[in-house]
């Protein structure tokens, strides 16, 4: 497989997140824009159940807007409430606390029309690792992150934080699983970085995401490794031009692929090679599986 990993204990993951989605109102999932598929988690409707939920696609700073907007209206067909963030400026966080406030209007007029008398509406970010969600919360929280649990004598524990009129969102994530029998997925998921490197095969991740950043754009590639046209014809050609471009060179005028492989990840990742969505809406959502041991 491309990933090897054993995330383990998954029945076990899926009962603790249940146990903390009981607690909330409405449930904020967040998704990574450049893999709006390919981030979420296998077994989320299970887990979220019957509850309001929002999807947010994170890090749209990262992905192409054309494509955000693509997923964007795709979730809305699905009957999804969804929105796009960037949460490490804070775009678009005010309109989700706005966007939660209208998802949980429903909620509120139940309790009023049952003479309840009503408290906040609590809230929950869900999402795999890396997706933005403590960064979120951080930025959401802003202020009033200042939490008695920090203070020396007290114990570390979760917290509600007030983030609108009527709007508690739970200080601890709920951390959810990555998609890692699709191949796909998990291929995309070390692309941005939402696995840890030593645990998938750079060579087959490496093979893929220049193949993506080649369709996508060419002349990304030819310009920022000054290679010729004709150099992105073959694959397997490709590779070499870009370390000897960048002088990856062992013994013997040989090329480092590895370095060369890792060059090209880091400037994804920089976006050097631009804002390229991964997951195509219009992909196949196929599982791509192989053989995976839990
Ligand atoms: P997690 O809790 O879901 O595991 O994710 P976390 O908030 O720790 O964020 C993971 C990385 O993603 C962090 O980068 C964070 O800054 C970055 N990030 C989160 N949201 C956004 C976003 O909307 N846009 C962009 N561009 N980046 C985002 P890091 O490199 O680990 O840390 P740092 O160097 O940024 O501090």
New binding site residues.
């Given amino acids: 497989p491309v990933v090897h990993w054993f995330p383990g204990h998954m029945a076990k993951a899926t009962r603790m997140i249940k146990e903390y989605v009981k607690k909330v109102d409405v449930v904020i999932e967040?998704l990574d824009?450049r893999i709006p598929r390919s981030s979420a988690n296998p077994v989320i409707s299970e887990v979220v159940g019957e509850k309001p939920h929002i999807i947010v696609l994170?890090?749209?700073?990262?992905a192409d807007p054309k494509e955000t907007k693509a997923w964007t209206e795709y979730f809305t067909t699905q009957g999804m409430t969804v929105l796009a963030?960037?949460?490490?400026?804070g775009?678009g966080n005010k309109q989700l606390v706005k966007a939660v406030e209208r998802l949980s209007q429903p909620i509120i007029d139940k309790w009023l029309k049952k003479g309840i008398r009503s408290r906040s509406v609590r809230t929950i970010?869900l999402?795999?690792?890396?997706?933005?969600?403590?960064?979120?919360?951080?930025k959401l929280a802003g202020a009033a992150a200042t939490r008695t649990a920090d203070k020396p004598g007290h114990t570390r524990g979760q917290q509600w934080v007030k983030i609108g009129k009527n709007l508690e969102l739970l200080d601890t994530?709920g951390?959810l699983w990555p998609k890692l029998e699709d191949q796909r997925a998990a291929a995309r998921l070390a692309m941005t970085?939402a696995i840890s490197d030593d645990v998938y095969d750079l060579e087959s991740v490496m093979k893929q995401l220049l193949r993506q950043v080649k369709e996508n754009n060419p002349n990304l590639l030819v310009e920022r490794y000054k290679l010729k046209p004709e150099e992105l014809d073959d694959m397997e050609q490709l590779l070499e031009s870009i370390g000897r471009r960048r002088g990856c060179l062992v013994s013997g005028g040989v090329v480092d692929l590895d370095k060369a492989r890792r060059i090209v990840l880091a400037d994804y990742r920089n976006q050097k090679l631009g804002n390229l969505t991964l997951d195509g809406v219009d992909e196949e959502p196929v599982i791509i599986e192989d053989t995976i041991e839990y």
Avoid: Q, R, Y
């Fill in positions: 967040l824009a994170n890090k749209a700073d990262l963030i960037d949460s490490k400026s775009k970010i999402g795999i690792p890396n997706v933005g969600k403590s960064t979120l919360i951080n994530p951390v970085g």
